[in-house]
């Protein structure tokens, strides 16, 4: 069988289009070896003879070898590598002209199917072929919803979007990823409109398209899979997606207008509360750009590819940060811009410009965003017009990327910060110890940055007009978030009534926060301790602020990630001794190092792993690193006297690596002690439960630890065999199918016979509908994000034990979890 070889200076692109190949002939036996990189931490990004060599050694067979390579020093270092090569081994070996990723996917097809060399090799070099043809006639003016061709002998079907905002951009992304899971041509239009049809595949034109409640569509669906997709979208729509329960959320009235008076401008109540400070104007810098002429189209592309892979990867850090500290309902804003930037009409036509007009990155994805947001800002509906921020975000991310032209916005100190207009990539960014309130010159309360404003807290007024840009740094000011009233420079008068006010206004936040630090007892007496998901000293202190009675994983990566070296024990010690102090006698789950996967260190070799999520990570690592692993533990030891810290070993699969933690735990209480350092007595081990082998052995690991928790991310991953964060399978992934739920149940019985607790620390345990399930399976403890806590205290209160058992059984004789879901809702109190 012909293999392949990867040649690229980027050895994240060089991963990524192997990934993709890869996933093109999932059970093929070809091969694909990378050559990406000069593996000089300092100078990265280059090509190296003696590894392509290497690589093409590694996969040579007499079938051949097809050689791909990205640009420029890759060729030169590919035709260096052959002569290494003996003579026979270099007539079979081709050294191919075709472009990296499509070629690749294209080479990769053909050699499955046993394809000669020269097939190989001639499939490759005609894999844009397809691609010209179909965009030849595309012109890159054209409006996104404009631009699906019509699906001819297609199966159709009827929707009404019922869901309060319509097909905004949460509900339109889950709308793309749905459909994006069958092999169908699948396109929407309006029934008064049968012409007009966007891409079901396009989060642009999905969005754009303007759906609003209550309007009627028509989906068109043309291919083998027709009628299943058209079920799972109708599916989709009548759940109203996810909206029925944790509905958008009411956007803040918009106060009569009325006239300003002296000193005093009046805006739109964006968030509500109130704040006192000077004035902290900052002013983003338009991004400069020029139409060039290029000659290289290829080496154009390949750096917007870059620039999108760059903004991809801070986008979903983002979104993980709101996650933890909002919630995961609004860190889904961020799920659409990472859709935005995988839209196929968006790039195919940044593509298009690039190699007809044969013009600059920079030029191309401008004029590609300008039309989108035209297209936004088009709709007649206030909501989804709002979205053009969006889409303008994150051309503008994209665009600092190419261009290096970057501007944050930072504040030098505490104040109230005026902006004309805040794109939510943002405000989500914003130091919130120096942010007192916002004020913005545009917007309204319906954008995401005025969503995630009322999320984070922060009073906000926008639309103020242009005069708010003239207020000098440092100017008191007083904003009225429920009534959108700014006061500059105000009498003493005026402040000491909104003091009042805004005193008023924290009591009354402390008094919800007290109902949230109540226990959670359900009706008829059984306590349920609600625990948060924590990764830093501030998320302690969000947790309990949000009445959480501890924490129930303690995520340390924040310790060992974006660094050279490794924490050292000092450091741990200290970090970890902070967080105990904030929780004071609440207890604290530590997790062990948990790295690997989705989660390499830069100081740790880890060697390359075809799947590394199924490789040495998390405590495969550690065992195998006693080093690293014992300075962990010695940390966590040195802090534990006084607190209520307890260890959890994460990615246990087998009852001889929790012996052997165990081991390493008390060598490393010998060494402590010789040091005579003060330790507490006894420490409550246990594991987390995110292997399927862990569930079903739970037996014989209940006399070997003092608790379970149950991580349904990664045992719904291993359980469904559907990678975290692959949206084509993304319909795998819900942990209230009835396979996890099963083995969820499972360990709770073999932990109650050995007379141990179990409690669920992945998203599950935050997730509204599975809360009653999971306590009717008997877990005894939720961990969630912080903001989580108090929603989920409510509805243990309102449920009786008896109800959240009786809903369990049901829900385990169920085939799916969109069976299970729809269960829940129907019996949500």
């Keep these: 069988m012909v293999n392949l070889v990867l040649v690229s200076h980027s050895p994240s692109l060089a991963a ?44 040579y067979t007499d079938d051949g070898v097809i050689v791909l390579m990205d640009l420029g020093s890759a060729i030169m270092s590919a035709e260096m590598a052959i002569e290494f090569l003996p003579e026979h081994q270099r007539l079979r070996v081709r050294l191919c002209a075709a472009p990296m990723i499509e070629g690749a996917i294209a080479a990769a097809v053909q050699a499955s199917l046993g394809g000669t060399l020269d097939q190989v090799a001639a499939e490759a070099l005609g894999a844009l072929a397809s691609k010209a043809e179909q965009l030849s006639h595309l012109q890159p003016s054209m409006s996104p919803a404009e631009s699906a061709p019509v699906t001819t002998g297609a199966s159709e079907a009827t929707l009404k979007i019922e869901n309060k905002l319509g097909l905004h951009a949460r509900p339109a992304a889950l709308f793309v990823q749905t459909a994006a899971r069958f092999k169908s041509d699948i396109t929407i239009a309006r029934v008064d409109n049968l012409a007009r049809r966007a891409n079901a595949r396009s989060i642009n034109a999905v969005a754009s398209f ?70 902290a104007p900052i002013r983003f810098a338009e991004i400069q750009i020029e139409r060039r002429s290029i000659d290289d189209p290829a080496a154009e592309w390949s750096r917007l590819q870059k620039a999108l892979g760059a903004v991809r990867e801070s986008t979903q850090k983002l979104r993980d940060n709101v996650a933890r500290s909002a919630n995961a309902y609004d860190a889904a804003i961020f799920d659409a811009h990472l859709m935005f930037l995988n839209d196929p009409e968006l790039l195919d036509r940044a593509r298009t410009m690039i190699f007809h007009e044969q013009v600059n990155a920079e030029w191309a994805w401008r004029a590609v965003i300008d039309v989108s947001v035209a297209a936004f800002e088009a709709i007649d509906d206030t909501y989804l017009r709002a979205r053009a921020a969006d889409v303008s975000d994150i051309g503008r991310q994209v665009l600092a990327q190419l261009t290096g032209q970057w501007v944050q916005a930072t504040l030098s100190h505490p104040g109230i910060l005026i902006a004309v207009d805040l794109a939510p990539s943002d405000t989500a960014r914003l130091d ?8 913005t010159e545009r917007g309204g309360p319906t954008s995401h940055s005025a969503i995630l404003a009322r999320t984070l807290g922060i009073p906000a007024v926008v639309g103020l007009g242009p005069t708010i840009m003239n207020v000098a740094d440092g100017t008191p000011l007083v904003i009225d978030g429920q009534t959108g009233e700014v006061w500059i420079a105000p009498a003493d008068q005026v402040v000491a009534q909104y003091a009042a006010r805004q005193k008023e206004w924290q009591l009354s936040r402390e008094s919800a926060r007290a109902a949230s630090a109540a226990p959670a007892v359900t009706k008829d007496g059984h306590a349920i301790e609600v625990v948060a998901n924590i990764g830093s000293t501030e998320d302690a202190r969000v947790a309990i602020d949000n009445g959480a009675e501890g924490v129930g994983l303690l995520r340390t990566e924040f310790l060992f990630l974006d660094r050279h070296t490794a924490p050292s024990e000092e450091e741990q010690y200290d970090a970890y001794c902070t967080i105990a102090q904030v929780m004071g006698k609440r207890p604290v789950i530590v997790r062990t190092l948990d790295v690997g996967g989705d989660k390499p260190l830069a100081y740790l070799d880890l060697g390359r792993e075809e799947n590394p999520f199924l490789g040495q990570r998390a405590i495969r690592l550690c065992l195998n690193r006693p080093d690293l692993f014992k300075t962990q533990l010695r940390a966590i030891l040195r802090a534990s006297p006084g607190h209520n ?17 165990r081991a390493l735990l008390s060598e490393a209480r010998v060494e402590l002690n010789a040091r005579h350092v003060s330790m507490a007595k006894s420490i409550e081990v246990g594991i987390m439960v995110e292997i399927p082998a862990a569930a079903l052995l739970a037996d014989a690991f209940a006399p070997v630890v003092d608790f379970f928790s149950i991580g349904t991310n990664d045992l719904t991953q291993y359980t469904m065999a559907a990678e975290r964060g692959n949206r084509s399978v993304a319909y795998l992934q819900d942990a209230l199918h009835p396979a996890v739920l099963r083995q969820i149940q499972q ?83």
């Design 210 to 279: 303007g759906a609003r409640q209550n309007e009627v569509l028509r989906v068109f669906a043309g291919g083998p899979d027709a009628e299943a997709a058209l079920a799972a979208l109708k599916s989709l729509v009548a759940s109203k997606f996810g909206e029925d329960i944790e509905e958008a959320k009411p956007l803040p009235e918009v106060a009569p207008i009325k006239t300003a008076l002296a000193g005093q401008l009046i805006g739109i109540a964006a968030s509500s509360g109130y704040a006192i400070g000077p004035a």
């Design 645 to 661: 810290l307890k260890i959890m070993f994460p990615m246990i699969a087998d009852v001889s690596e929790v012996r052997r933690a």
């Design 432 to 439: 919130r110890s120096k942010v007192l309130g916002i004020c």
């Design 747 to 829: 360990t709770v019985k073999a932990a109650e016979a050995a007379g141990k607790w179990v409690g669920v620390c992945g998203e599950l345990g935050g997730d509204p509908l599975a809360v009653p399930i999971l306590i009717g399976l008997g877990v005894r403890e939720l961990s969630m994000a912080p903001v989580s806590v108090p929603k989920a205290k409510e509805i243990i209160r309102s449920i009786k034990l008896s109800e959240a058992k009786a809903l369990a059984k049901r829900a385990l004789t169920l085939e799916t979890a969109e069976a299970v879901r729809q269960l829940a809702r129907e019996r949500m109190p």
């Design 16 to 59: 990524g289009v192997a990934e993709l190949a890869r996933a093109m002939t999932q059970q093929s036996p070809v091969k694909i070896a990378l050559a990406a990189g000069t593996g000089d931490e300092q100078h990265p990004l280059g090509t190296n003879a003696n590894q392509i060599h290497q690589a093409i050694s590694s996969v």
